[in-house]
């Protein structure tokens, strides 16, 4: 059987140059079975998991399409946006704009991307400029419009990419805002890892006779990364990641947190202890992230922390490794989060620790994957040393607070006795109205004074 290949596409020869420059050949299942049925006009309900070449899937026939068919604007007059593409964060807005520009490097067609967080100066200036392909995230892009900055009537393509996730930020009631002030008329794509009952029914509302393509099992994470679980108390999680990156063979590595606070102190905690770490999280501004996610693909920094907010948008080549320092809530986050690795037909490898509060978020994943963690070991019992390096049985943790959590109870009275709890004598007639820590009954000192 004869594998296509680009060239087999029909692409036009600039979009092919562009491939050839990356050196991409052979299209990904996804990209070899949307981007036909895409350049024939058809709407494209397409589910696959992170990591398989989505963007370049409705990438590509966009560009084709667009450079096919110049809006006639004259030579110097702005021109509103032919195509949007949706995206649930700013780093994967940022992301989907690079890709568009690498590929339609040798195409004379205007992009930009608009987000949150930053001075919206620059974005209204491109704009007014005039653009031809917008990449967007929906608060950003609803406030240009709502100044009228922005107008999307000239909308030819739109496109809803990772739209379960904007399910999950809760963007669907601004995505169905967005939606009505663009023509009917268009060619529409959406894009998911998984599809939830909410998703079904928006691609109902925005798709029309769609294209299914399904690549892989819904949310089935890639075969090829290895998956491990650590059970281990909250407590020595620190201690554990701390001897797991002592490992060189960890050399590019992302450790995911469930809040903000923990992503700052891992990364801190880390920087402390010799290991170059950066923290990405939607606290910080745009500049301070971009920096991170620059420090982190230029190997300056072995480390990046981030939230699963950033989870979709991180695209660094060869990362080797991620690491759950927290399990999620939502076992679809577990998914994006190991998607960061075992990108472009390469391996990797995704640990996870356990606390035994988080057991129903592992049986979730599990659950959702079709499949059992590997146990890599059990830690109660003194595998990891704690925060101050000294091994603990599994009978007592370390007295102190460490990662967010005390770390158990203290072992005796500071003076060296065992307190109790006093009891509360039991009601009886004689004492039925007795205080119960043996005080007079409410109101008997007022009557003694009286007297």
Not at 16 to 25: F, I, K, N, P, S
Not at 329 to 342: C, F, L
Not at 349 to 359: K, N
Request: proline content about 7%; some cysteine.
């Amino acid at each position: 059987m004869t594998q296509t290949t680009f060239s087999d596409l029909g692409l036009a020869d600039p979009i092919q140059r562009a491939l050839t420059d990356r050196g991409h050949v052979i299209p990904t299942p996804i990209q070899a079975r949307a981007i036909p049925e895409l350049l024939a006009g058809k709407d494209v309900l397409g589910i696959a998991q992170t990591g398989t070449g989505k963007t370049a899937a409705f990438a590509l026939p966009i560009l084709h399409q667009l450079s096919r068919t110049r809006a006639n604007d004259g030579p110097r007059g702005p021109r509103g946006p032919r195509a949007l593409i949706l995206a649930p964060t700013r780093e994967l807005a940022i992301q989907i704009g690079d890709e568009f520009r690498a590929y339609g490097r040798h195409l004379h067609l205007r992009y930009t991307v608009v987000f949150g967080g930053v001075n919206q100066k620059p974005q209204v200036n491109a704009l007014a400029r005039g653009v031809d392909i917008l990449v967007a995230t929906p608060g950003r892009l609803l406030d240009l419009m709502n100044q009228r900055r922005l107008g999307l009537e000239a909308i030819e393509f739109l496109v809803l990419d990772e739209a379960d996730r904007m399910l999950d930020m809760g963007f669907v009631r601004d995505v169905r805002r967005i939606i009505s002030a663009v023509p009917k008329t268009r060619q529409s794509l959406l894009f998911s890892a998984t599809m939830p009952d909410e998703i079904a029914r928006l691609s109902g509302e925005i798709l029309s006779d769609p294209l299914r393509i399904e690549v892989t099992p819904q949310a089935t994470p890639i075969e090829r990364i290895e998956q491990g679980i650590y059970h281990v108390p909250a407590a020595r999680k620190g201690a554990l990641l701390a001897n797991i990156l002592a490992d060189s063979a960890l050399s590019r590595v992302i450790v995911f947190t469930r809040t903000k606070h923990r992503a700052n102190r891992v990364a801190a905690l880390l920087d402390k202890g010799g290991v170059a770490a950066e923290a990405i999280h939607g606290n910080k501004s745009q500049g301070a992230r971009q920096r991170a996610l620059k420090r982190f693909r230029d190997g300056d920094a072995r480390v990046l922390v981030a939230t699963d907010i950033a989870a979709r948008g991180i695209d660094v080549d060869g990362v080797t490794h991620i690491i759950n320092f927290e399990l999620p809530n939502e076992p679809e986050s577990y998914v994006h989060r190991i998607g960061r690795t075992a990108r472009a037909g390469a391996g990797g490898v995704a640990l996870s620790f356990c606390d035994p509060a988080e057991r129903a978020y592992l049986r979730d994943i599990e659950a959702l994957i079709r499949r059992r963690l590997t146990v890599i070991g059990d830690q109660p019992a003194a595998a990891v040393p704690d925060e101050r390096g000294q091994a603990k049985t599994s009978r007592g943790e370390p007295r102190g607070e460490s990662w967010g959590k005390p770390q158990g109870e203290p072992q005796g009275d500071p003076r060296g006795e065992r307190r109790h709890k006093r009891r509360r004598p039991r009601p009886t007639a004689a004492n039925a109205n007795a205080h119960p820590n043996g005080a007079r009954p409410n109101g008997a000192r007022r009557r003694k004074r009286a007297a």
